[in-house]
């Protein structure tokens, strides 16, 4: 038995590429936020990676607010798109962790891993599902920049957590 889904559940897994948009802008800003303020309060072995983080969220929050002003992307930006299995995932990211006045290194990896596992999740599907242009090529950078930073982070992680400091 091939179960159907229903008009509004179809509908519910689509969204506009200007939504997508918006969600994507608001998961950099929101970072970016959440890193700044951060960064007084860690340790200062890590203190350069929480700095580091803020300034590619804001590229990251400024390529996409570049975007929507782009002409290119005006020409797509109400095209449907399918929202990826992620996208419930990623948007929770909106929503930011208390870590406290004085977080521990390895409560920030972990934070820090969750939210590029999920933007690189989410851009990578985005990718797959967008229209040919520059909203497309936009996912694909972000989704290969993304890996990189989940694996840097990784090493990092592996460096504080398990042998004791970078």
């Known amino acids: 038995m091939t179960i159907t889904p229903s008009g509004k559940d179809k ?17 950099e800003r929101t970072a970016r936020d959440f890193y700044a303020a951060l960064a007084p309060k860690v340790s200062k072995r890590i203190r350069y990676l929480v700095d580091e983080l803020v300034v590619e ?4 929050y400024d390529l996409f607010t570049k975007l929507a002003n782009d002409p290119e992307v005006e020409k797509q930006i109400k095209q449907e798109i399918n929202l990826p299995p992620s996208n419930k995932r990623f948007s ?9 006045d004085n977080p521990d290194d390895q409560s920030i990896l972990q934070y820090a891993l969750g939210r590029e596992q999920a933007a690189m999740d989410q851009y990578h599907a985005l990718a797959e599902n967008a229209p040919e242009g520059p ?29 004791g400091g970078v």
Do not use: M, R, W
């Open 11 to 27: 509908l519910s897994s689509c969204s506009t590429l200007q939504d997508v948009l918006k969600v994507a802008t608001e998961f």
């Open 92 to 100: 929770d990211c909106i929503q930011l962790p208390d870590l406290g």
């Open 135 to 163: 909203l497309k090529d936009v996912f694909t950078y972000l989704a290969q920049e993304e890996t990189e930073h989940k694996n840097e982070l990784e090493k990092i992680y592996y460096e504080v957590v398990h042998s």
């Open 57 to 60: 969220e804001q590229a990251h």
